[in-house]
């Protein structure tokens, strides 16, 4: 007997995209199953004010495949001269729909990030005022904090005081990889978590036993298996204050296998197969639709989509191992299983 699944078509809430060749060359792999997704800034050089979003956006849309139904929703670069106003009216517009926090060097094209937090307060009161959602990559960039404990370290330096001196402020924490982060995102007011195909699957052994795995590499980085047990437990428990937000990160090989690799997993071509997978595993396929299509939505105000995806169970799906872009090849996350749900 076949078995079918079809739920409200998905949403990615944290994507990159890139520019240019690597833009038109993998776009196609994201708008074939998802609706929306919210568009990572760190671009060289970032994507500041409201005109360098709307003209990042017409790439984007003139990038799109013939007939896709892919709407992208646009973020900002928050700088330490951002301008509280220009923000405003960015949203204001529909043009963008909200702001990303990067603590300078804390991953990929973070230099402009922000150093001083005092710096960015008029912004973060702005965006408390017209609910505009501050998407926050937690983790400190302390050279003396080790690199596992960079996000437990966040949330009580960083974030907690930037939530209590902002009452009000919606935030996303970005691709949570730690229990300390499901703990904090549950019991918080104003508060989502996205959080990442990969990051359900790998843990930090299968970065670094038997080989370094450069294309398991990803900021940040995974963790010990007990944090992936408990970002299984938080994806797959119907809290809505967890959604996807993929983190698909494309880096061409020959920058991701050097002696100074990229950090980024590319995950937009097996997603939706990944996740059906991992949800039956753990006997929660009722709730795929919430973590995919529902959550996210209401945490950012916004309908569900209408369209529908249907996934079906058979032989275990093919998917490619690279994709070629105009700027090299790209590997396609190996979630080192085979797959059983593809998408029709
Ligand atoms: O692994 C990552 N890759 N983490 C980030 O925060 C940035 C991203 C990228 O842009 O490559
Ligand atoms: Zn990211």
């Not at 990559?137 to 596992?148: A, K, L, M, R």
């Not at 299509?293 to 191992?321: C, I, Q």
């Amino acid at each position: 007997m076949t078995q079918t699944l079809t739920i409200r078509r998905p949403d990615d809430w944290h994507l990159h995209l890139r520019d240019g060749a690597m833009l038109r060359g993998l776009l196609p792999e994201t708008a074939r199953h998802f609706a929306r997704a919210i568009i990572m800034p760190n671009l060289v050089p970032p994507v500041v004010t409201g005109a360098e979003a709307a003209a990042y956006r017409d790439r984007i849309l003139s990038a799109r495949p013939e007939g896709a139904d892919f709407t992208p929703l646009m973020t900002l670069y928050l700088t330490e001269d951002t301008d509280p106003e220009d923000v405003a009216a960015a949203h204001a517009s529909g043009l963008v729909t909200a702001v990303k926090l990067y603590p300078a060097g804390a991953t990929t094209n973070s230099a402009s990030g922000v150093r001083d937090f005092d710096r960015v307060r008029p912004v973060l009161e702005r965006m408390a005022e017209i609910g505009m959602p501050l998407c926050v990559h937690g983790e400190v960039t302390d050279p003396e904090v080790d690199i596992f404990d960079r996000e437990a370290a966040f949330i009580d330096r960083v974030l907690d005081p930037l939530r209590r001196a902002t009452p009000g402020l919606r935030v996303v924490m970005e691709h949570i990889t730690t229990r300390q982060g499901v703990d904090y995102a549950r019991d918080g007011k104003d508060l989502g978590a996205t959080i990442t195909t990969h990051h359900l699957v790998i843990n930090r052994n299968h970065i670094l036993v038997g080989g370094i795995k450069p294309h398991y590499y990803c900021l940040p980085v995974a963790k010990r298996e007990e944090h992936r047990l408990a970002l299984r437990a938080a994806a797959t428990s119907g809290d809505p204050t967890f959604f996807l937000g993929t983190d698909s990160a494309p880096h061409a090989d020959p920058a991701k296998e050097s002696s100074c690799g990229c950090a980024g997993c590319f995950t937009a071509t097996n997603t939706m197969s990944i996740l059906a997978d991992v949800f039956e595993m753990d006997n929660a396929l009722d709730r795929l639709e919430g973590f995919t299509s529902l959550h996210g939505p209401a945490f950012y105000g916004l309908p569900a989509n209408d369209a529908t995806l249907t996934l079906t169970r058979g032989a275990p799906v093919n998917y490619p191992a690279k994709i070629e872009t105009g700027d090299g090849p790209v590997t396609v996350f190996d979630p080192q299983m085979p797959l059983h749900w593809s998408v029709s």
